[in-house]
């Protein structure tokens, strides 16, 4: 809670610097209006964003539970089967080291303009942290613990599911706290490239007006969406390893 409020204070500081700025160089709206010119882009069509962003949210929510489900997965499979592993891996990077940018609109032509290309794209960016965070938590046991283990009749699966997997739980939430500001990005990205709705959606039709106070209500909308995701992450950590000691 003291991180959220931390980051609540910081960001009251930076729209009030922010104002400041505005007030005291007076740039053209269009060019970068001040806060309570987008809090008057908010009122003046308050339905139109609200309709884009639960759009833009249930994208991102499907997203992140796809891909932190789809994540988990595979770092399990590749922690049970090690040969599995050695031939996932490598897709796994080849996966991430493509530009999102490049992956968008291949996924606009397959999947169409509608919701599921964006939840595929936002699928595809958050399953890269989390399978490494899981994995690599499943990989670093520390030797001496599995060598006790080995000395007892516990199996392979009871080895994984009842020592490695509870271990490396804390390293799965550090992957789940790097992928929540991934999810909305990707969402967004896959608006952007092709889309009848959402926050993406706002922000391009809005830039090619030159509705710049549209386009920061909109980025505002999405920041708060991704705070709130990366707040419920932590809120929910606790209960995921509440034997770990918050730092």
């Known amino acids: 809670m003291g991180n959220f409020s931390s980051t609540m204070r910081t960001l009251v500081t930076l729209l009030a610097g922010w104002q400041a700025i505005v007030w005291i160089w007076t740039p053209p709206r269009y060019i970068l209006p001040a806060p309570l010119d987008v809090l008057a882009a908010m009122q003046r069509q308050p339905l139109f964003l609200l309709q884009n962003s639960l ?3 249930a994208e991102v929510l499907a997203g992140f539970a796809l891909g932190c489900v789809l994540g988990a997965l595979t770092a399990l499979g ?6 599995l592993g050695r031939l996932v891996w490598p897709i796994v ?4 080291a493509f530009p999102v940018f490049v992956i968008a609109p291949l996924l606009v032509i397959w999947l169409g303009f509608g919701m599921p290309s964006k939840v595929v794209m936002a699928t595809l960016i ?9 994995g690599d938590g499943l990989r670093r046991i520390e030797p001496d613990l ?4 080995a000395l007892t009749d516990a199996s392979h699966w009871q080895t994984l599911w009842h020592i490695r997997v509870p271990l490396a739980l804390p390293s799965l939430v550090s992957g789940l706290r790097v992928a929540a500001p991934l999810a909305p990005l990707g969402a967004v990205v896959g608006e952007w490239v092709g889309a009848s709705a959402g926050l993406g959606f706002v922000m391009i039709q809005a830039n090619a007006r ?14 708060a969406l991704t705070l709130l995701l ?4 932590d809120r929910m950590a606790p209960h995921l390893t509440p034997w770990a000691q918050e730092q």
């Open 55 to 57: 759009v833009t949210l």
């Open 78 to 83: 590749m922690a049970a089967w090690p040969r």
């Open 93 to 96: 990077l080849v996966l991430q």
């Open 126 to 134: 958050i399953f890269f942290p989390v399978t490494s965070a899981f």
């Open 146 to 149: 599995l060598d006790a283990t």
């Open 210 to 223: 030159m509705q710049t106070d549209m386009v920061f209500a909109a980025m505002t909308i999405l920041a």
């Open 230 to 233: 990366r707040h419920a992450v």
